[in-house]
């Protein structure tokens, strides 16, 4: 036992002294690595206007979310990954971790791999990381290299296909080092756990499943790992948005983490630009519904029946946006609960005729609510002319559910609410609820109207030239009456 203490002692004095990356050829090199940015291949790749390329067009599909989740060896990061991944079950998650982007060892370096350094930056195909990365955030699949960690190779004919998707994780205990990996970041998770707890989950990891034994354990430990976290590792610290003390453990980070994400995901950029603009938060149920109803192969039936389903959605998720007042009722068991009542100042408004598709599921909600019509003629495509308003006489004391399944350029949007606004409705009291919304109906009416509130389902990339939202769903009163052939 005492000469078992001493070499650990040992060991681990020794790890104060200098380290290297790659392969140490004499163990004691005497310059230091290389900064990775100088290399020149680091320069040649992704210029900075690839990536605001990417970043400036508003139009673009939304992007994925991009995590990353560093920390030292043996730190708890994939149990972090794996909690993260259950808790966001209803999304598409993709995990990639940095140890696949290990190079692998040459020949001779696998001669002398106990002097190889596993924990140094370079020993990581950075720019190879860098372009998966970037190929996944532009919606395309990427084939991630296998990396095997007893013979230190990358398999050279297999890969694993990582595909597009809402959530992307990138793990690994240098992700944070690089800028470029850093600024393809949307959060950046630490995960801190103590040095001795990481160093006896190490002991029993690589012993047990990777067949080693605990001298060279502690060696690899002492001269590669150690070092490279207090260089490498712990500096990367102070890049990160949230540290999670204890790892997995910690439940509660956890859970806001997700809440965060889950925020984040519900959140199209335009939602950032303009407050008052609502998207429901995206299910699979939701977007299964989109795809139906955009298939031009769907039967009318089933348009008709997914799109109810939908604008239901929508109504009730409109409907949380009015003012309330406390009410406390008594239970049946004679207990006092404290609720809400709902707001009784109510009415919708449809603009005919596709926005009569959205009256049934208002009125299943809202008992016996007054709903009012008004007509637009689309003269053109930027000329609307009111041709017909019945409204409920005393609107300007209600607020207003204004229906219309689809908001593109805008233009019948804001004649109905200059035409609400006239009969005294405050601004503030119009919700517009539809089902898609093109960027540039959204930007139109709040160029007029800011204070009043959309919630829609989905907003789309963009318009045609015909004014047609794109991708759409083409003529939505068409094919929700059946006169579109
Ligand atoms: N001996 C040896 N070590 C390697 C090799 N490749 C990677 N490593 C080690 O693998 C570590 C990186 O993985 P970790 O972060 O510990 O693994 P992890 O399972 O993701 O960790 P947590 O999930 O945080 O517990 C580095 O510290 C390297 O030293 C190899 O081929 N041989
Ligand atoms: O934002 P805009 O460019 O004004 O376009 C949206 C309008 O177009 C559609 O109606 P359409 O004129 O096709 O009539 P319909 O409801 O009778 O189908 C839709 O229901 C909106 O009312
Ligand atoms: O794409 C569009 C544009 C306006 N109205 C629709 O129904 N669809």
Redesign the pocket.
């Known amino acids: 036992m005492p000469e078992e203490t001493t070499s650990i002692d040992y060991v681990m004095e020794a790890a104060s002294g200098p380290h290297f990356s790659g392969l140490r050829l004499d163990g004691l090199l005497s310059s230091p690595p290389a900064s990775s940015s100088s290399s020149p291949a680091h320069r040649s790749l992704a210029s900075p206007s690839a990536f605001s390329a990417l970043a400036a067009d508003s139009n673009a599909p939304k992007q994925p979310f991009v995590i990353g989740v560093s920390g030292g060896t043996a730190s708890g990061k994939t149990t972090v990954c794996d909690m993260i991944i259950q808790q966001l079950h209803d999304h598409r998650v993709v995990l990639v971790n940095q140890d696949s982007f290990y190079r692998g060892l040459t020949p001779e370096e696998s001669e002398r791999v106990h002097e190889y350094n596993f924990d140094h930056p370079d020993a990581f195909d950075t720019e190879q990381l860098l372009d998966c990365i970037q190929k996944l955030k532009s919606g395309q699949a990427y084939q991630v290299p296998i990396y095997d960690f007893k013979s230190h190779r990358r398999c050279s004919d297999s890969f694993r296909l990582v595909n597009a998707s809402d959530v992307i994780i990138l793990e690994g205990i240098l992700v944070f080092h690089d800028q470029r990996v850093r600024n393809l970041m949307n959060m950046k998770i630490f995960v801190d756990t103590d040095a001795d707890v990481r160093l006896a989950r190490r002991i029993r990891r690589d012993t047990v499943e990777r067949g080693r034994d605990i001298n060279s354990v502690l060696e690899q430990y002492a001269k590669f790992v150690k070092p490279a976290f207090d260089d490498f590792v712990l500096p990367s610290k102070k890049y990160a948005d949230v540290i999670i003390p204890r790892g997995g453990d910690n439940h509660v980070a956890i859970d806001l983490i997700v809440q965060h994400i889950r925020t984040k995901l519900g959140q199209h950029d335009l939602c950032k630009i303009y407050p008052n603009v609502y998207v429901i938060q995206s299910t699979f149920q939701i977007r299964g519904m989109h795809t139906l109803i955009r298939d031009r192969e769907i039967s009318k039936h089933d348009f008709v029946f997914y799109s109810d389903r939908l604008i239901r959605l929508v109504v009730e998720h409109g409907l949380g946006h009015l003012p309330f007042t406390e009410k406390q009722v008594v239970t049946p068991t004679a207990s006092v609960y404290t609720g809400v009542d709902f707001c009784k100042k109510l009415c919708g408004v449809s603009?005919?005729?596709?926005?009569e598709s959205m009256e049934n599921a208002l009125r299943a909600c809202c008992k016996g609510i007054k709903i009012g019509k008004i007509l637009?003629h689309?003269d053109g495509?930027d000329g609307?002319q009111l041709i017909y308003e019945k409204l409920p006489k005393d609107i300007s004391e209600r607020h207003v559910l204004l229906l219309?399944?689809?908001?593109?350029?805008?233009?019948?949007?804001n004649q109905a609410i200059e035409l609400l606004i006239q009969k005294g409705v405050p601004e503030s009291h119009i919700i517009f609820l539809n089902l898609i919304s093109?960027p540039e109906?959204i930007h139109c009416v709040y160029k007029r109207f800011p204070s009043l509130k959309i919630v829609t389902s989905e907003i789309d990339v963009a318009l045609n030239e015909e004014?047609r939202v794109i991708p759409g769903m083409g003529?939505?009163?068409?094919r929700y009456?059946g006169t579109d052939d």
């Open positions: 603009i005919v005729r596709s926005g637009i689309r495509d609307k219309d399944p689809v908001l593109a350029t805008g233009n019948s949007a093109a109906g004014f003529e939505f009163g068409d009456f």
